[in-house]
């Protein structure tokens, strides 16, 4: 089947004051604090803060049983002899300002993240040339790097890389559609993101945004110039080469009951043209006495026609000389 690939185109400050409220806690003075604190925190004489007396205190618990006259000489004793410790400061604006840094770096990072998901121009989509709007080649671009020069019938594909160089969005592919111009292309977009313009070294191509049209085959609707000519009308379909077979080198057939089929060959790059592709067939086939006639239906309305000339073979399908093995599935 000979199929023309050229059709598809800092610290908070401390008060110096130092009171003892209500209730005194033994705290004894330790050598953490420094002599100029101490000189601060320690005094020979407690005061208070109540109008009472710390003999109308401790007699008021005697009363009430919480000590006996003993425990009360010893703890006034006590509170003569030590002075409170002022606790350390903890650093709130410090603290305060590295809880401002991460909720601050938080927010960028979320803005960031809903800018890149909704606002940046994607260049996921389906396209047409804007020089052939009506031509019936539409190119694809997805979000996981893969992108195809699709007609219908046939369709090309390869892989792509989008990043930003000094602010500027750029593509770099070897697929041969884009390498054909050079490979690599600064990608601009129209303010309502409907135009995209590749900038190439040699000239510029600029994309329309569109829909991928769905394509429907008729396996029923024998079209095959072919087919007209020997009078056929119906689909024939021998249940031998019904399956999937494929051959190292020259790619996978898949013909299905209902009279479809296609045609696969990875992607692969050539070193001699300076650039790679694979291609896929969908197409309706008829078998006729000892050929395959196949039809492949474009966009565009057009069609094309291929044949095989095949047989089985030790459970290997010959097409034109070539030995296909069955794939199991």
């Not at 999937?244 to 990875?266: I, K, P, R």
Request: charged residues 25%; proline residues 3%; aromatic residues 12%.
């Amino acid at each position: 089947m000979d199929i023309n690939k050229d059709d598809i185109l800092s610290g908070t400050e401390v008060s110096e004051e130092t009171t003892v409220t209500e209730d005194v806690t033994e705290i004894p003075v330790t050598e953490s604090i420094t002599e100029d604190m101490t000189e601060e925190v320690v005094s020979e004489e407690v005061t208070s803060t109540l109008d009472v007396s710390q003999d109308d205190i401790d007699d008021e618990m005697l009363k009430y049983g919480a000590y006996s006259e003993d425990d009360a000489s010893e703890d006034t004793e006590t509170v003569e002899e030590t002075a409170p410790v002022r606790k350390p400061v903890v650093q709130k604006t410090i603290i305060i300002a590295t809880v401002a840094i991460l909720v601050a770096a938080i927010v960028l990072s979320s803005v960031v993240l809903i800018y890149n998901a909704f606002f940046k121009p994607g260049i996921s989509g389906a396209y047409v040339l804007s020089e052939a709007p009506d031509s019936g080649t539409y190119f694809v671009f997805d979000k996981d790097g893969n992108v195809s020069m699709d007609g219908g019938g046939i369709r090309y594909f390869g892989t792509y890389e989008m990043q930003e160089v000094e602010g500027i969005d750029v593509i770099t592919s070897d697929f041969y559609f884009i390498a054909s111009y050079g490979g690599q292309a600064a990608v601009t977009f129209s303010d309502n993101k409907q135009v995209m313009t590749f900038a190439f070294p040699a000239g510029t191509l600029e994309f329309v945004k569109t829909k991928l049209p769905e394509l429907k085959v008729d396996p029923k609707n024998i079209t095959h110039a072919s087919a007209d000519e020997l009078g056929i009308t119906e689909p024939n379909i021998v249940d031998g080469i019904v399956g999937t077979w494929t051959e190292e080198m020259y790619g996978t057939y898949t013909f299905n009951a209902d009279g479809t089929g296609t045609y696969l060959s990875e992607y692969s790059f050539s070193e001699y043209m300076g650039y790679g592709l694979g291609m896929e067939y969908k197409f309706k086939y008829t078998v006729y006495e000892d050929e395959i006639l196949i039809t492949l239906d474009y966009y565009g309305g057009q069609k094309e026609d291929g044949s095989f000339a095949y047989y089985l073979d030790k459970g290997n399908l010959v097409l034109n000389g070539v030995g296909y093995t069955k794939v199991d599935k």
